[in-house]
């Protein structure tokens, strides 16, 4: 395995295509972005298929095989603003998806709480294209373990970003372009959309 990059070549590698990593963001994916979080500071999204609806599209669970009971509990997980990795992370490993397998969802983990708390970070294939690093393990509990250790280095690596001065450079170019205060999205949100944005396109 790739040896995982240390936060100074992470600032290196998204300041040397900030260009490209900008471009490759949409305006869409920032509006739908900020209706899913509007949408849910309303409350009560257990009964908001609406709601439902377009995380489910935006965030792909339903391509993901996961069955409509994993899919259920995961928005009761969302609606009581459940905050702890691991909880959620077992709430959603006990139940099975389509194809029988209990999994631990970790991608699916932090885009929950992420919402719940827009200062958390994200993890998903294109984060870990840019961090070189994967849920690993033989069995359930050895995995959710490999991923509250990748979420404590994310945390830890979006903090040191935050400080950054050539990367609040990019963070002001990506404000400037979608007209976002850090009201409308914070600084970690931000670093989240650089991050996909440059996995998908070192996974291209």
């Known amino acids: 395995m790739i040896k995982t ?5 992470v600032v290196q590698e998204l300041f040397s295509h900030h260009k490209e990593i900008l471009k490759n963001i ?4 920032v509006d739908v972005y900020l209706w899913l979080k509007n949408e849910y500071k309303k409350g009560n999204i ?16 339903d391509n993901a095989g996961l069955g409509e009971k994993l899919k259920r509990k995961y928005f009761e997980l969302l609606n009581r603003k459940e905050n702890k990795l691991e909880t959620i992370l077992h709430g959603l490993y006990i139940i099975s998806t389509d194809n029988g397998n209990n999994t631990v969802q ?7 709480l992420h919402t719940i708390d827009n200062s958390k970070p994200i993890f998903d294939k ?3 294209a840019v961090i070189h690093k994967a849920v690993i393990g033989n ?9 509250k250790r990748i979420y404590v280095y994310l945390e830890n690596l979006y903090s040191i970003l935050a400080e950054n001065k050539k990367i609040n450079i990019i963070i002001k170019q990506f404000r ?3 007209n976002a205060d850090v009201k409308t999205i914070t600084n970690q949100k931000v670093l989240d959309f650089l991050i996909w944005s440059l996995g998908k396109l070192k996974n291209k």
Not at 5 to 9: H, I, M, T, Y
């Open 176 to 178: 400037k372009k979608f």
């Open 139 to 147: 069995n359930g509990k050895e995995k959710r373990e490999s991923a």
């Open 106 to 112: 970790f991608s699916f983990a932090t885009k929950l």
């Open 126 to 128: 294109e984060v870990s």
């Open 46 to 61: 257990k009964d908001n298929t609406v709601f439902q609806f377009v995380f489910r599209s935006y965030y792909r669970l």
């Open 5 to 9: 990059p240390n936060p100074s070549e």
């Open 26 to 29: 949409n305006q869409e994916s």
